[in-house]
């Protein structure tokens, strides 16, 4: 029987072996994805701000608001910031928010927007606050006024009919 105990001792060592070459490569893992968390490239302020633009100009709902204020600011590390501020109302609730546009200036030039006309808002539907008025695929603003029918400028630009009279 010497040959039997000899296979059995022989079985608990491979069976340990394959144990601590699992629990090796475990520990390897770990250490690559630790390795691999702290060494990451992480996006900057800039490019989070480009992927949400980005995100609403796709997915976003439209809705109408109303330019309020385009001002500039003085943000904590020196640089001006240009605002710009609108609202919009969904589902009876008014939201009143701002867009940085420093940014877009290739976009949008900041001469040519109009406060107090109407633009168009993208939203996330599940989260309004998160909105845009800009980006780069997508423009919200509007340069004019829209012509409704029937309005002042309407009928100064069609001449008048005259009806027949009947007698």
């Not at 003085?74 to 546009?101: M, P, W």
Request: aromatic letters at 8%; a positive charge.
């Amino acid at each position: 029987m010497p040959g039997v105990a000899s296979r059995l001792n022989m079985i608990s060592v491979s069976t340990s072996t394959w144990e601590t070459t699992a629990g090796l490569a475990l520990v390897a893992c770990l250490v690559a994805g630790v390795v691999w968390i702290f060494t990451r490239r992480r996006p900057t302020a800039d490019e989070v701000e480009m992927a949400r633009r980005s995100f609403l100009a796709h997915s976003g709902r439209l809705v109408d608001g109303m330019l309020l204020d385009m001002c500039e600011m003085e943000a904590s590390d020196g640089r001006t910031l240009t605002l710009l501020v609108y609202s919009y109302r969904i589902g009876g609730v008014d939201y009143e928010c701002s867009q940085d546009i420093t940014a877009m200036r290739d976009v949008v030039a900041p001469a040519k927007v109009y406060i107090g006309l109407p633009c168009s808002v993208r939203y996330q539907p599940g989260s309004p606050q998160n909105s845009i008025v800009v980006a780069e695929q997508w423009s919200g603003l509007r340069a004019t006024l829209p012509e409704l029918p029937g309005s002042a400028a309407s009928l100064q630009a069609e001449p008048r009919r005259r009806w027949p009279r009947y007698r």
